[in-house]
């Protein structure tokens, strides 16, 4: 099982920076590098591969909306070059508060827009003369819609590989089963072990079973919060704003896929309440409303054996890579949390 860890959205990035190089000895397998809506996460990966020799490095994650399928092909080779092969293409749908909201553009289409774009990267990647016919995208674009001049390009460069892997973050059966089918790897958000099968066993075993032989086993990414100690318990509470907001802010009601998540989590009466709190500006009341139990399911937070058991619940459903946050007050003792998570991980 790898370690990876995300950064945050803002603020001491040089300083992060320099605690990945702590965390690198440690053990830390990865980064994950996300971009919502503060700097880009191109130009922040580009920064960690200078700074870094052995970790991998990921977005996590692209945005499918703000980059043509082209340029998302050209960035990641671009990763993967400048990090000597250390690249992962993280791509996501993101959600029309963002798309829309910050960028301007309709959300439609996610997973149709999704299957085409992984398919243009992998073309780009290969140096094909890149010609593609499909619902969403189409390159070159014929005559009638253009200038006529558009001819089919490949690559200048040669990529370090021609398969970079590809990880989709996805929640909806539908999207799950695209994701299974297609990707090297599955990051859902707030990954509750006890309930992945009952959510996403089939939609998973239905990818699988139209998944290309050549590709790997399917790498499963989940993320928590990490704090290891017999007096943490009060760190849970930090990520009840989290919660709130994905629950509660991310969409108009009925729109929100946050929302439904929990709701198939068994949470839907919590879920609503939140919703209808945070939509009425009553923030700290929605934060109260988020279930402990949920809090103590998507997170890593306790003594060391009630984290070793829900290590053991995370790897038992089938989670390969932990994207964990340390909750340290310094750089000290977040790294201690991350050889600490070594080890106990090691010993699963």
């Not at 977005?59 to 080779?77: D, H, K, N, W």
């Not at 629950?247 to 108009?252: L, Q, T």
């Amino acid at each position: 099982m790898r370690i990876g860890i995300p950064l945050g959205y803002s603020g001491g990035f040089k300083e992060t920076v320099d605690e990945l190089v702590a965390y690198e000895k440690a053990g830390l397998d990865m980064v994950f590098v996300p971009e919502a809506y503060s700097y880009d996460a191109v130009s922040q990966m580009g920064f960690i591969a200078a700074r870094t020799e052995r970790l991998q490095i990921a977005s996590g994650i692209l945005q499918i909306y703000t980059r043509t399928p082209s340029l998302t092909a050209m960035t990641a080779a671009g990763m993967d070059f400048v990090s000597d092969g250390r690249f992962t293409l993280g791509i996501g749908a993101s959600g029309p508060q963002v798309i829309e909201g910050f960028h301007g553009v309709p959300y439609e289409a996610p997973i149709g827009r999704t299957r085409e774009l992984v398919e243009i990267c992998r073309k780009v990647w290969r140096r094909e003369r890149l010609a593609h016919d499909g619902k969403h995208y189409t390159i070159p674009l014929p005559e009638e819609q253009g200038t006529g001049l558009g001819k089919p390009l490949k690559l200048i460069n040669h990529p370090v590989r021609e398969r970079i892997p590809i990880i989709i973050a996805s929640i909806g059966p539908k999207n799950v089963a695209m994701t299974a089918e297609l990707a090297e790897g599955w990051e859902p958000i707030f990954y509750v072990p006890e309930k992945a099968g009952e959510l996403w066993g089939e939609p998973l075993a239905e990818g699988k079973a139209k998944r290309d032989p050549s590709l790997p086993a399917l790498d499963v990414v989940a993320q928590a919060p990490l704090a290891i100690g017999e007096d943490v318990a009060h760190k849970r509470e930090m990520m009840r704003d989290v919660l709130a907001l994905y629950i509660g802010g991310m969409g108009a009601k009925g729109q929100n896929f946050y929302t439904k998540l929990a709701t198939r989590y068994g949470y839907g009466e919590a879920a609503e309440k939140i919703q209808d709190l945070y939509l009425d500006g009553k923030k700290q009341e929605a934060a109260a409303a988020v279930p402990e139990d949920l809090l103590v399911k998507t997170t890593l937070i306790g003594p060391e054996s009630h984290v070793k058991e829900r290590l053991a619940a995370l790897k038992e459903s089938g989670v390969s890579t932990l994207n964990v946050t340390p909750l340290g007050d310094d750089t000290a003792e977040r790294t201690r949390l991350i050889e600490t998570m070594r080890g106990l991980v090691d010993d699963l």
